[in-house]
């Protein structure tokens, strides 16, 4: 098995967890201690981007995109970083994720100049959009469900559910309806 094969088995695995468990999922850090460590996501994020050939990838992206800006954005998002992690140090980072989650756009392009990987994801798709909608079903009952949860400590110091913790679920209800709108079956 190849390493981009790996990786891209964990970015769609990182990918439908965030998708599922929404804001539970982005609460989760390595190492698990309250308020401390790094989020799964970026962890991922950072080994991908470790495991990307640049030199085959980033010429493509660039002839793909209008690449001043995102050059513009990364360069001026961590240089602000580098120049408040003295000051405020972990909240520099905290402050960053839009910053350092756009990385997610350029990982996201390497992972599509691959074929098998688009067909894979493909695939998912439909699995992981059923398993949100089951999921969604438990929304009325939140309160309830959350009780019955593990709780992480997130860096703002307050305890979130991990499961059943609905906060950006509207994005998955769009990217659901977006799908059966482009992929719904033919009727003769």
Not at 164 to 188: H, I, K, T
Request: with cysteine; proline share 6%.
């Amino acid at each position: 098995m190849k390493i981009s094969d790996i990786r891209n088995s964990v970015l769609l695995w990182i990918v439908a967890l965030y998708m599922v468990l929404s804001a539970g999922f982005m609460q989760l850090r390595l190492p698990p201690t309250s308020g401390t460590g790094v989020p799964i996501g970026e962890v991922a994020l950072l080994l991908a981007l470790a495991t990307i050939n640049h030199g085959r990838v980033l010429p493509q992206f660039a002839r793909s995109v209008f690449i001043a800006p995102f050059l513009l954005w990364w360069l001026y998002g961590f240089g602000r970083v580098a120049l408040s992690v003295p000051e405020y140090g972990f909240w520099a980072l905290r402050d960053a994720t839009h910053v350092i989650e756009s990385l997610f756009l350029y990982v996201g392009f390497a992972v599509a100049t691959e074929p098998s990987a688009i067909e894979r994801f493909y695939r998912w798709l439909p699995m992981i959009l059923l398993a949100c909608a089951a999921y969604a079903l438990g929304f009325p009952f939140r309160e309830t469900l959350q009780s019955f949860s593990p709780s992480v400590t997130a860096a703002a110091g307050y305890e979130s559910a991990i499961l059943f913790n609905y906060v950006s679920y509207y994005v998955v209800a769009l990217l659901g309806v977006a799908y059966l709108l482009l992929f719904r079956p033919q009727r003769s």
